[in-house]
């Protein structure tokens, strides 16, 4: 008899899913720290927040169609929460164009894309037809949030810098693809398990990344350093021979 069955790899995937996706939900507090510690939000974007928003109201939606997705639930549950207070702090110290942006940016996705959904899935289609047109939708929408960091990755190579891309911040959603990838595959959920390949895939090569460029920085400044100080050995020299000729010159008058 096998010591951990389809469902037990099941339920130990969720829950390490859920753990890890919690401390993901985290990472953004030292940036909301810092917003209300200026009492100003200028310099931040909201965007990924209203994005996050609606990615966990999505798979919510999903789960409760799908019924017995516990574990979908109880993370993406606590996702929202989290999502609409970073949300509510951001639109609270911002400045009036940032805030009137936030809130298109909320009434677009979050009450109009999710609206949208919801109407569509509920008048259009009926039982499991109805619970693979959100999963689509939930999988569609998590390949283009996979596919973000692309802009990141881009400016990393370009700019030899990993200032912007953090290794902790690339671990943790590594991390949280591998586990709700073995979640989706032990549940056979595909429209779980699909989107989290590709989020593993470049959660792998933001760390190769890292790796590569996280001491070109240093060696790019140690090498202007270098070339400042034979400048200044240069000038100096020049400077003294200057003198040697000048005193040279006074002595023959």
């Known amino acids: 008899m096998a010591l951990l069955t389809v469902e037990h790899l099941a339920f130990l995937f969720g829950l390490l899913g859920n753990l890890v996706s919690f401390l993901v939900f985290l990472a953004p507090m030292p940036t909301f720290y810092t917003i209300w510690k200026k009492k100003s939000s200028d310099g931040f974007q909201s965007l990924p927040y209203s994005?996050?928003?609606?990615?966990?109201s999505l798979l919510l939606y999903y789960a409760f169609l799908k019924t017995n997705a516990y574990m979908i639930v109880s993370i993406n549950g606590i996702g929202c929460v989290i999502e609409t207070t970073y949300l509510f702090m951001y639109i609270m110290y911002a400045s009036k164009k940032a805030k009137l942006f936030t809130i298109k940016l909320v009434l677009l996705f979050n009450f109009g894309?999710?609206?949208?959904?919801?109407?569509?899935?509920?008048?259009?289609y009926k039982g499991s037809k109805r619970v693979s047109l959100v999963g689509w939708?939930?999988?569609?929408?998590?390949?283009?949030?996979?596919?973000?960091?692309l802009s990141i990755m881009r400016r990393v190579i370009r700019t030899k810098s990993v200032e912007?891309?953090?290794?902790?911040?690339?671990?943790?959603?590594?991390?949280c693809a591998t586990m709700w990838f073995f979640y989706g595959f032990f549940v056979k959920d595909?429209?779980?398990?699909?989107?989290?390949?590709?989020?593993?895939?470049?959660?792998?090569?933001q760390m190769m990344l890292y790796f590569m460029y996280k001491n070109a920085k240093k060696e790019v400044e140690t090498s202007k350093n270098v070339e400042v100080e034979i400048s200044?050995?240069?000038?100096?020299?020049?400077?003294e021979k200057e003198g040697h000729v000048g005193d040279i010159e006074n002595v023959k008058k």
């Open 113 to 124: 894309g999710m609206g949208l959904v919801i109407l569509v899935s509920l008048l259009a």
């Open 232 to 239: 200044k050995d240069i000038e100096k020299n020049l400077e």
């Open 51 to 56: 994005v996050a928003f609606l990615s966990a």
């Open 137 to 149: 939708v939930c999988a569609i929408f998590n390949l283009a949030v996979f596919a973000a960091p």
């Open 190 to 205: 595909y429209y779980i398990a699909l989107p989290n390949v590709l989020g593993f895939l470049f959660g792998i090569a």
């Open 164 to 175: 912007f891309m953090p290794f902790t911040l690339s671990l943790f959603l590594t991390l």
